[in-house]
């Protein structure tokens, strides 16, 4: 999604790399796919885990454990935790596993592409609602439909186009192709972005990778 002003576009793109095509002119790319990654060590992010602090134990488990670099091109799930297993002693979630190829692609952008490091940062749509709720985790789980609903309450009050925007994502992809709550954590993404006078970062001070990538998540603070 892309907001500016009071106006907004949607779409599907094939590639992440689409989305930083000059035609979009994007001046900040928020994703919800982790940037910036342990080479072998197993050690959690301290993005994850302050994330996870934040988010409490209604919605902490939403924030996957992010892959270290070492397996990102296994060739099965299987082959996945047998490579993490030998390296740290632990195993990536099927979730992870099922996104490892977008985080791959992210991943090699950031490490290669000197535009993608200056405008692509990692958001949680999760830890965005709460940022954006006064630092209160949502109650419900956004695939159900007071979940759904009260992400919208949160988001109305910021951009009032929100049903609008959601009803004709709705009936432009099928389910198939594009999920009902994955819509809201775009919008949500995309409405931080705008947002730069209250972003925060979690840690305060990244840590970088090896390549010198931040290991961080952007959010908006709104009291």
Known sequence: MRIVGAHYTFGVVPTVE????????????????????????????????????????????SVF?????????????????????????KSPSKQTFFIMPKIHEVDSLMRTNSRARSVMREAHPELCFCGL??????????????GFN?????????????????????SSYLRKEVAKDDILDALVCAVVATMSQQW??????PELDSHGIPMEMVYAAVN
């Open 133 to 146: 709720a006064g630092g209160q985790a949502m109650t419900h789980k956004k695939s159900t439909l007071v």
């Open 18 to 61: 689409s989305l930083l095509r000059p035609s979009l002119k994007a001046e900040q790319v928020f994703i919800d796919i982790p940037i910036g990654l342990r080479d072998r060590d197993g050690t959690a992010r301290q993005c994850d885990t302050a994330a996870r602090k934040l988010l409490g134990p209604s919605r902490r488990s």
């Open 150 to 170: 009260e992400r919208l309450d949160v988001l109305r009050p910021l951009f009032p186009a929100a049903d609008s925007l959601v009803e004709s994502a709705l």
């Open 65 to 89: 454990p992010a892959p270290i670099r070492a397996i990102l091109q296994a060739s099965s799930f299987d082959d996945a935790r047998a490579q993490s297993r030998a390296l740290t002693g």
């Open 200 to 205: 925060v970062t979690v840690p305060a001070a």
